[in-house]
């Protein structure tokens, strides 16, 4: 099962922050926190990671809380491409660590 | 970064018969996953296929239905048994990467298939 549970969906305006939240309650010590995004008829896309840590990339930042049960996606200026599901997991950082998927968020973006 | 290519990318197949989809990957890969997404779903994960041994299913999922095969590094099948219009989906073949990691250590997908048993 899933460890992780979002909001099944969000809206929000072109141009502001998306934040997208998630909780994992059950996160072991040597999980880290994943975001994947599916965009309409793809497969599933990479977004960014974390540990404990803040981070920080080109398409997004992760807030992560301090005793790691919860962490929120900030897509800091939504545009209607960012139009997708979000999905929120939790995984060990070994290769053979698979990604079970949870039910994800599905952000829509408004013109 | 992987480049996956699965084929067929769609199909429509009767009931009873079987398909095979094959996904190719332009690096040699350690691991390579097969999900299955049915109609307004969320993934979920049918098997673990490592080169050289037997498949790991997922609960619920049999060897009979969605036997795999991994000859090398790089390529995989999964076949989708004695269809039923149950099996309608779309199937994707995944991928964690080998020799230099990706520093992210993401899984990489394919663009799946989408299979229609009517």
Sequence with gaps: ?111 | SAVISQKPSRDICQRGTSLTIQCQVDSQVTMMFWYRQQPGQSLTLIATANQGSEATYESGFVIDKFPISRPNLTFSTLTVSNMSPEDSSIYLCSVSMTGSVSIYNEQFFGPGTRLTVL
Excluded at chain 1, 18 to 37: D, F, K, Q
Excluded at chain 1, 80 to 92: N, P
Aim: hydrophobic share 30%; aromatic share 8%.
């Design chain 1, 1 to 111: 099962d899933a460890k992780t549970t979002q909001p099944p969906s969000m809206d929000c305006a072109e141009g502001r922050a998306a934040n997208l939240p998630c909780n994992h309650s059950t996160i072991s010590g040597n999980e880290y926190v994943y975001w994947y995004r599916q965009i309409h008829s793809q497969g599933p896309q990479y977004i960014i990671h974390g540990l404990k840590n803040n981070e920080t990339n080109e398409m997004a930042s992760l807030i992560i809380t301090e005793d790691r049960k919860s962490s929120t996606l900030i897509l800091p200026h939504a545009t209607l491409r960012d139009t997708a599901v979000y999905y929120c997991i939790v995984r060990g950082w070994g290769r053979d660590d698979k990604i079970i998927f949870g039910k994800g968020t599905r952000l829509h973006i408004l013109p």
